[in-house]
């Protein structure tokens, strides 16, 4: 009785118009042209190589419906050029101030702590950057800012008498040092061929350092200790720089899966390094034979010639007492 009462008391469904009938096909044959040609499409791309494979499917990815080529080309070029302006400022910097490596790296240093801190400033003011990030222990940015102040101080003096052409060179040994402390460290593992790459990268420079002093080669006239101090400088950014990945994987199990910011990291590790910068500099600056008396001079005649104020050195040894070049900075 009741199934007749529901039965009896349904609506028939009225019967498609026309127009109806003819948008329904239209939209089931374009979904269907759709599939087929993606089908199709993906039947051809099996039979495509594997790296060309690979390059569309980062393509695909890199670049998506609201991005453009433009886009991510520019900003790219942009970091590149500005790398490369890096560090051809950096050799340009070091020829006026030679005699005042540790001096260029003290400026460097408080200049990091002034740019991040301002930065991470904003960012805490903006909600960004939370209380628990800024909580975090200190021990690992002491560790990253002591790496970073020592490879800024050897490879600044290094890079004084060092050729323009050999400090790239000798950089690229922060490949291989990066695979020592990230295995060491992090306890990743390298397949063959990244290991063979680096095997590589090391011969090269190995010939490049061994190649002799002989006119027209790349350390003509170059001590044999300074391109190991920039290969020592490298191995303490390489390691800084591990570090930093580490100080970000912990942070995700501390901060219950939010991602540190960036600044950060960068912000308390230029702090300890500018610290570190300013104790280590009796310690680098005997190597120079200036005794920890004569550094007040050091430091004041450095900012004369970071200024472009030509005068001598007094109260220094004859060995190293210079006349000052016309600063170009």
């Known amino acids: 009785m009741c199934t007749d009462i529901l039965l009896f008391s349904c609506k028939p469904v009225p019967p498609l118009t026309k127009l109806q009938f003819l948008h329904k096909k239209t939209a089931l044959d374009c979904c269907y042209s759709k599939a087929n040609t993606h089908r199709t499409l993906m039947e051809k791309q099996r039979k495509w190589p594997k ?25 790219s070029v942009f970091t590149v050029a500005v790398a490369v302006a890096n560090r051809v400022l950096y050799k340009l910097a070091l020829v006026p101030m030679k005699k005042y490596p540790f001096f260029l790296a003290q400026v460097t240093s408080f200049g990091y702590v002034v740019i ?16 628990d990030m800024l909580l975090l222990p200190k021990s690992n940015f002491m560790a990253i800012g002591l790496l970073d102040s020592l490879g800024l101080a050897l490879g600044m003096a290094a890079g004084a008498m060092l050729p323009g052409p050999a400090i790239p060179v000798l950089s690229q040994t922060f490949l291989v040092w990066q695979l020592f402390f990230s295995t060491l460290i992090l306890g990743r593992k390298y397949s063959p061929k990244q290991i063979i790459g680096c095997i590589l990268v090391a011969a090269g420079v190995a010939v490049a350092v061994t190649s002799g002093q002989n006119e027209g080669q790349l350390l003509h006239k170059v001590e044999f200790i300074w391109p190991c101090v920039m290969m020592v400088s490298a191995a303490c950014h390489s390691g800084a720089s591990i570090l930093k990945e580490y100080v ?3 942070s995700a199990r501390r901060l219950k899966g939010k991602s540190l910011d960036l600044f950060v990291v960068n912000s308390f590790s230029s702090g300890f390094q500018a610290l570190f910068a300013f104790l280590l500099l009796p310690f680098f600056s005997s190597f120079k034979g200036i005794s920890f008396l ?9 900012v004369a010639c970071f200024i472009n104020v ?20």
């Open 248 to 250: 970000f994987i912990d």
């Open 116 to 131: 991040y801190f301002s930065i991470l400033c904003i960012r805490y003011h903006a909600g960004v950057v939370t209380k």
């Open 310 to 329: 030509g005068s001598r050195i007094s109260g220094i040894s004859s060995s190293y007492s210079v006349k000052f070049p016309r600063c170009i900075l």
């Open 51 to 75: 790296p060309i494979r690979r390059s569309m499917k980062v393509c695909a990815f890199g670049i998506g419906e609201g991005d453009s080529i433009t886009g991510n080309f520019l900003p």
């Open 294 to 302: 004569e550094l007040p001079t050091y430091l004041r005649s450095g």
